[in-house]
């Protein structure tokens, strides 16, 4: 597979100017010359195969062919509201949700969550996914949103209509035929019992994933397994 690049500019048939990040990365990490082909991409579903014409200092200039579209997106969407892990667990778990296929993330904050995300966190892992998708070849980007409250995320008229908690002691989920589903995950020490009542009362069903506690991002990387 050729080097693949993100841009959120639009793309077209024609000369195109890459700048940023991944103007630096190709020019000065990858070290890619004038002549050498790449792809292109900005979460419209296409790949963009472009010739390096000019390596700048701070810009990279390219001739662009036409979109192909690639179809390398899950046929189930799967929106993710989940408490965070600390540190680069969070990182983590996001680049390989991204690989996975899973469609949209919210960061929670839940009554027993060690870690209560910031705003600022959506443009961090926001960077994660384009370095996941970048790697894994997905063409449409997982969409992380702001962080939310639980309560404020299960009572979204935004989310599908099949939705499930993961829930120690519960049936075990399993995979469905729904195509479209929302799963809240909850920290290391559970959801509280309002919670889970909440939950229930907003059209969420309890499931679990066996026996045994799972951290935040294991719990989560089963159950996307699962749903994609």
Known sequence: MSARFYTDDA???????????????????????P??????????????????????????????????????????RVHIGSAMPKGDRADFLIEKLTELGVTEFTPLHTARAVVQPKPAIVDKLQ???????????????????????????????????????????????????????ALAIGPEGGFTDDETSAAQSAGFLPRSLGPRILRIETAALAAATLLT
Do not use: M
């Not at 793309?11 to 010359?33: I, M, N, S, W, Y």
């Open 35 to 76: 002549g050498e082909t790449v792809l292109l991409f900005n979460g419209d579903g296409c790949e963009y195969p472009a010739t390096i014409t000019a390596v700048g200092k701070r810009d990279v200039q390219l001739q662009v062919a036409n979109g192909i579209a690639i179809g390398r997106e899950s046929a189930t």
């Open 127 to 181: 960077r994660a996914v384009i370095e996941a998708s970048k790697q894994c070849g997905r063409t449409v980007l997982l969409k992380v949103h702001p962080p939310k409250t639980f309560t404020q995320w299960i009572t979204s008229a935004e989310l599908p209509p099949v939705k499930w908690l993961l829930h120690p002691g519960n049936e075990l989920l399993s995979r469905s035929a729904a195509r479209d589903v």
């Open 11 to 33: 793309l077209k048939q024609g000369d195109f100017v890459l700048t940023g990040p991944e103007a630096h990365h190709l020019a000065h990490v990858r070290r890619l010359q």
